[in-house]
Nanobody, 122 residues
Framework: VQLQASGGGWVQAGGPLRLSCLAS????????MAWFRQAPGSEREFVAA???????FYVDSVKGRFTISRDNTKNTVYLQMDSLKPEDTAVYYC?????????????????WGLGTQVTVSS
């Protein structure tokens, strides 16, 4: 499975941005898809995940502002980010793992895409 993230960029605080992650390969619908992010000087952290049955999970800091979704017909997972804050500035990565359970730990994910930079200015 190869993952390709896109959609990052620069946005003013309060604005929206949508990230996309296109997955190659078969059986996309059976993978748990997740987004992680890494801010400068910080460790990579879990942001959101979505299971094959469309159950979504979020870190507390983005609940109510971010929405993860997937389109299995397009092998794509999205991260709609609204009401962005400067502290959301980071490189965002998409990740995938087989099975039906999500995890907060990056080591539990088997496949990773290259990151896409999101910069939120105040």
């Amino acid at each position: 499975v190869q993952l390709q993230a896109s959609g990052g960029g620069w946005v003013q605080a309060g604005g929206p941005l949508r990230l996309s992650c296109l997955a190659s390969g078969r059986f996309f619908s059976s993978y748990v898809m997740a987004w992680f992010r890494q801010a400068p000087g910080s460790e990579r952290e879990f942001v959101a995940a979505i299971t094959g049955s469309d159950t979504a999970f979020y870190v507390d800091s983005v609940k109510g502002r971010f929405t993860i979704s997937r389109d299995n017909t397009k092998n794509t997972v999205y991260l709609q980010m609204d009401s962005l804050k400067p502290e959301d500035t980071a490189v965002y990565y998409c990740a995938a793992r087989g099975g039906s359970h999500y995890f907060l730990i990056e080591s539990r994910y088997d496949y990773w895409g290259l990151g896409t930079q999101v910069t939120v200015s105040s």
